[in-house]
């Protein structure tokens, strides 16, 4: 099956399951698993094995053995934060957006004026059940599958999703990624979102739409995600709106902006790991909690006069799997790029697809330059339909796109 042979080959067959403690199989959760074995059954042999030269050097092999513990400690530490805190604070915010936010009653609101629109569920091949929302128009054939950005539920989207339904005449389907919302389990990485865009086409394909006849629009984040889905469904048109040449590179961007919650977090592994490693030595009684949550917020205050924790971001994006290549093998035949020049959460100089793309395919490449003047993140973030004559050349374009080889 195309899905299964794509996935083996850019993912190196990597284990998945459908839930949150997944990690404990997965490539970093594999590192946590064994770094707690280490730590309950090996450090006092690989202390015991290099005790001759400790002894050369005069150094005790209980002070090696606890550095042993504390750094397994430390790394099993850090997967379960990756987990449990960076993915839903900076890979993909929309997880608290959607609990903190009224979406249940958004959508409620919306389906109840808009009678062609309607929840769908779409089971990934991991068994995840991704909560959709389907907004169809009479007589049309083509699909457009939205793939959001990252803190954005779908339920925030509505209102654009239907007037870009009415106006480019296709049917809309958008579903929120796993974790986000009603939809189950959890992301582990980027391929998660990967997963998830594919079971939405194959959805379409086994309802009787042709490929030919979908394409994706993906801003932000989604347009990481669409261009991996392109090199698996080669006849489906894509949009990348607003998005970056590589999620290493926005981390770079952006990470500096969360120095500070970065620094913390990072100081709270180090210092807990110390404190559990020291609560099962001969030192426990002098690993009290006040003197850990002490050392914390010590720690975390020295880490936030430095850039080491904004650093440390961008290079552990790709180690735990959450790097996206967002321009390699692009097919200027069957894509458009919407980028903006002013904008400030992913500037095209450092961060942004667009200028990457244009020096590598020229003229070649099919691209709207937009240009409404916001402030701060507006510009990334503001809905393509509430510009008039912006939205109309966008409209043009990707009608033009859509119908090109038809």
């Known amino acids: 099956m195309r899905i299964q ?4 080959q850019e993912w190196c067959g990597m284990t998945q399951t459908s839930t949150m403690f997944s990690f404990l199989l997965n490539r970093e959760g594999l590192v946590a698993l064994t770094s707690m074995a280490g730590m309950l059954y090996g450090c006092d042999y690989m202390t015991s094995a290099v005790a001759p030269s400790l002894a050369m050097f005069e150094v005790p092999t209980q002070v090696v053995t606890m550095g042993l513990c504390w750094l397994t400690v430390t790394a099993s530490l850090f997967s379960l934060v990756k987990t449990a805190f960076i993915t839903p604070t900076m890979f993909l915010p929309a997880i608290l957006v959607a609990k903190v936010t009224e979406c249940d009653k958004l959508r409620e609101d919306f389906i109840e004026k808009e009678p062609t629109a309607a929840t769908v569920y779409v089971t990934t091949p991991d068994g995840v059940t991704l909560d959709a929302i389907e907004i169809t128009q009479p007589h049309a054939e083509r699909w457009a599958i939205w793939l959001n950005a990252n803190g954005v539920p779908y339920e925030h989207n509505l209102n654009s999703l ?44 086994k309802n009787g739409v042709d490929e030919d006849k979908i394409h994706l629009h993906g801003h932000s984040l989604g347009g990481g995600t669409l261009v991996t889905l392109h090199r698996m469904y080669p006849q489906i048109k894509v949009i990348q709106d607003r998005s970056f040449r590589s999620m290493k ?20 592994v180090m210092t807990f790991g110390l404190y559990l490693t020291l609560r099962f030595s001969p030192y426990a009684e002098q690993a009290t909690f006040l003197r850990f949550v002490v050392a914390t917020l010590a720690l975390g205050y020295a880490l936030c006069q430095t850039t080491l924790a904004s650093e440390i971001a961008p290079k552990a994006i790709a180690h735990y799997g959450w790097d996206i290549d967002a321009v390699s093998g692009w097919n200027v035949k069957r894509g458009l790029v919407l980028y903006h020049p002013n904008d400030e959460m992913l500037p095209p100089h450092l961060s942004g697809s667009y200028p990457v793309l244009e020096e590598e395919h020229g003229d070649t490449l099919n691209s709207i330059k937009l ?8 510009c990334h973030m503001y809905p393509l339909h509430t510009q008039g004559e912006e939205w109309a050349r966008v409209v043009g374009a990707i009608r033009r796109l859509m119908h090109e080889d038809s």
């Open 249 to 268: 590179a926005a981390a770079a961007v952006v990470a500096p902006l969360m120095k500070n919650p970065l620094s913390y977090a990072l100081a709270f």
């Open 371 to 378: 240009s409404h003047r916001g402030e701060g993140m507006a």
């Open 162 to 205: 239907s007037v870009y339904s009415k106006a480019l005449n296709v049917n809309v389907i958008s579903c929120n990624y796993r974790g986000v919302g009603r939809s189950t389990s959890w992301p582990l990485g980027f391929y998660h979102l990967v997963e998830d865009g594919a079971a939405v086409i194959e959805h379409l394909l």
């Open 5 to 8: 042979e794509i996935k083996q």
